[in-house]
T-cell receptor, first 114, second 114 residues
Framework: DGGITQSPKYLFRKEGQNVTLSCEQN?????MYWYRQDPGQGLRLIYY???????QKGDIAEGYSVSREKKESFPLTVTSAQKNPTAFYLC?????????????FGPGTRLTVT | AQSVTQLGSHVSVSEGALVLLRCNYS??????LFWYVQYPNQGLQLLLK??????LVKGINGFEAEFKKSETSFHLTKPSAHMSDAAEYFC????????????FGKGTMLLVSP
């Protein structure tokens, strides 16, 4: 089955540690996205990438970093510079050319930093 | 820049009653509009989308939405609520940037009582 996988489902870290969240897709989509979700805030875009080896900052990129070395993978690193990293993180992907910008979402990773 | 406003962070209905979730958008170009549903601790699933053509769009699980350009609205409806409809619903708009990014509303939690 085609889809997006995120691992792990739950992640716990100590304050001051960097942590990397995994996102893999086998939909052959060019574009991938990372969102942060907090209660009552909706989804806020962290980073997105439309092509391998290229990515752009979203609305809340501070304290996060990404890489896009392969089309199917778009890992997100939450650095120690992120002041409030505890949140639910969602990865998504979409085709870029010729259609309606519909995004497909992974199941999410809930990160808790104490 | 585009934006989305969802009126009401929580909407409560009885099972069998009409569901109406409101969404208003702003966009400087003809919009593409989406409704997504999210069950607890899961990713988002596309309910329906409007791109061009017919302004009344039918989606999964009996939901539909009508694009009204004059009112800049895209309200989501379902004639008869079911307990399984209890979830959070997000409206989103795309199209301004030329990229495939979406701007999401803050979400509306639908509560269904027996």
């Amino acid at each position: 089955d085609g889809g997006i996988t995120q691992s792990p489902k739950y992640l716990f870290r100590k304050e001051g540690q960097n942590v990397t969240l995994s996102c893999e897709q086998n939909l052959n989509h060019d574009a991938m996205y990372w969102y942060r979700q907090d209660p009552g805030q909706g989804l806020r875009l962290i980073y997105y990438s439309q092509i391998v080896n290229d990515f752009q900052k979203g609305d809340i990129a501070e304290g996060y970093s990404v890489s896009r070395e392969k089309k199917e993978s778009f890992p997100l690193t939450v650095t120690s510079a992120q002041k409030n990293p505890t949140a639910f993180y969602l990865c998504a992907s979409s085709a870029v050319h010729g259609i309606s910008y519909e995004q497909y979402f992974g199941p999410g990773t809930r990160l808790t930093v104490t | 820049a585009q934006s989305v406003t969802q009126l009401g962070s929580h909407v409560s209905v009885s099972e069998g009653a009409l569901v109406l979730l409101r969404c208003n958008y702003s966009s400087s170009v003809p919009p593409y509009l989406f409704w997504y549903v999210q069950y607890p601790n899961q990713g988002l699933q596309l309910l329906l989308k409007y791109t061009t053509g017919a302004t009344l769009v039918k989606g999964i699980n009996g939901f539909e939405a009508e694009f009204k350009k004059s009112e800049t609205s895209f309200h989501l409806t379902k004639p008869s609520a079911h307990m399984s409809d209890a979830a959070e619903y997000f409206c989103a708009v795309a199209g301004d940037s030329g990229y495939s990014t979406l701007t999401f509303g803050k979400g509306t939690m639908l509560l269904v009582s027996p």
